[in-house]
Structure formats: structure tokens, C-alpha cells
């Protein structure tokens, strides 16, 4: 079965800073998407940036930016230039090419400080 | 984009009483659609996966005479929380997958804005 683990479950960073947040997962499959997930406290559930596993370019989306190391089953969210809103719970998930159900991580909790 | 619309977003009843939740896909045909619960402060658990003109599957320790799924169209999926008690208040999420293969923009799951149910 697979897992996914976030270790993190605060941070904080100041504004216009840099942060990273930490995921690893375990799986047996080859063929997989990841996920980061943004849930405000509105909580509607926002997607972030995604990751093919078949691709090895790490996927860009503005300033958010993920380091994908497969061999590893390391996924890490990156955000650039940290701005209040991205305040919110952070999750990562995975997505299984067998059944398309996605298993997300514990969350990470970020507060952005002005 | 792609929009699900979840309904209603928030519900008290009573204990013993019976509530649906609706979740729609608006601008796209959803083969697929999964109804996670989420308790304060934790992660979204899945609770059940609803293909459209199936039975749905249930994951392990979700009680599917407690939790009724229907999908009975390509964009409306519905559950419903049978007999509610205190115990079964908490937040519940609904995602939808468009029609697809998997390399492609339907892995991507849209989510509904979920589902804040209170049983008195």
C-alpha cells in the first residue's frame, strides 16, 4: 500500500521568503502522479503544482517550484517570495495509475509572517 | 476550469435523522468522484470511491449501510449519511475525476468546497 509522509506539521516564513516543505511516499508502482495541495481556512481544497513520475524535469508553477527525486520518493514543495496568502495547510498526495485514488499526507501547516 | 459544486455546505440535523449531500460536476462529465472526511486539524481520508453506474467501494472500516453513495449520472454523485449521530459530525469532501486516460489533465481531481455536517 502506499504512503505519503509529511514531517513538518508547522512552519513558518517570513514574507518575501523562501520555504521549503518536506513529502516522501512509498510505493511499488512506476507510474504515478504527485501532488501538492493548498487548503486555506475557508477549506476548499486548492491544487498547487503537480508532478508526472515519468517525467525527470521538476515541474515550475510561478513561485512555487517542487524537487522530485524518484530513486528517493522525495517530493518537496518550494515557495519563493512568500506572500500572506499562501498562509493555508499544505498537503501532498499521491495518486495511484491503478486506481486513481489520491492518499494524502498528514499536511504541513504554513504561516506566512509579514 | 473545472468546478464541482458541493451542497449544502453546511447542515445540523438531529440525532437519528438521515442527511444527503450533493456533489455536482458543472462543466464536465465525471466518471469518478471520491467522498473523502476530514476531521479539524487532520488530513483528508477517503472514504469511498463512486463510479457512475456502479456500486461504489468502499475503503476499509467505512460502513457502507452508514454511508449510502449514489452515482447515478456522469456529474452528480450523492451521500448520504443514514441514522447520523455526534459521533458522524465532521467535514466531508467531495472530488471528481473528468473522463480520461492518465497521462493527461484528468488526473487531476476537482474538489468540491466540502460539506460541514453537525448531528445534535
Excluded at chain 1, 510505493?27 to 503537480?50: A, D
Excluded at chain 1, 517550484?65 to 518550494?78: D, E, P, T
Excluded at chain 2, 456500486?55 to 449510502?68: N, R, S, W
Aim: proline share 3%.
Amino acid at each position: 500500500a502506499q504512503t505519503v509522509t509529511q514531517s513538518q506539521p508547522e512552519m513558518s516564513v517570513q514574507e518575501a521568503e523562501t520555504v521549503t516543505l518536506s513529502c516522501t511516499y512509498d510505493t511499488s508502482e512506476s507510474n504515478y502522479y504527485l501532488f501538492w495541495y493548498k487548503q486555506p481556512p475557508s477549506r476548499q481544497m486548492i491544487l498547487v503544482i503537480r508532478q508526472e513520475a515519468y517525467k525527470q524535469q521538476n515541474a515550475t508553477e510561478n513561485r512555487f517550484s517542487v524537487n522530485f527525486q524518484k530513486a528517493a520518493k522525495s517530493f518537496s514543495l518550494k515557495i519563493s517570495d512568500s506572500q500572506l496568502g499562501d498562509t493555508a495547510m499544505y498537503f501532498c498526495a499521491f495518486m495511484s495509475s491503478a486506481t486513481y485514488k489520491y492518499i494524502f499526507g498528514t499536511g504541513t501547516r504554513l504561516k506566512v509572517l509579514a | 476550469g473545472a468546478v464541482v459544486s458541493q451542497h449544502p455546505s453546511w447542515v445540523i440535523c438531529k440525532s437519528g435523522t438521515s442527511v444527503k449531500i450533493e456533489c455536482r460536476s458543472l462543466d464536465f462529465q465525471a466518471t469518478t468522484m471520491f467522498w473523502y472526511r476530514q476531521f479539524p486539524k487532520q488530513s483528508l481520508m477517503l472514504m469511498a470511491t463512486s463510479n457512475e453506474g456502479s456500486k461504489a467501494t468502499y475503503e476499509q472500516g467505512v460502513e457502507k449501510d452508514k454511508f449510502l453513495i449514489n452515482h447515478a449520472s456522469l456529474t452528480l454523485s450523492t451521500l448520504t449519511v443514514t441514522s447520523a449521530h455526534p459521533e458522524d459530525s465532521s467535514f466531508y469532501i467531495c472530488s471528481a475525476r473528468a473522463t480520461g486516460p492518465f497521462r493527461s489533465g484528468a488526473n487531476v481531481l476537482t474538489f468540491g468546497a466540502g460539506s460541514r455536517l453537525t448531528v445534535l
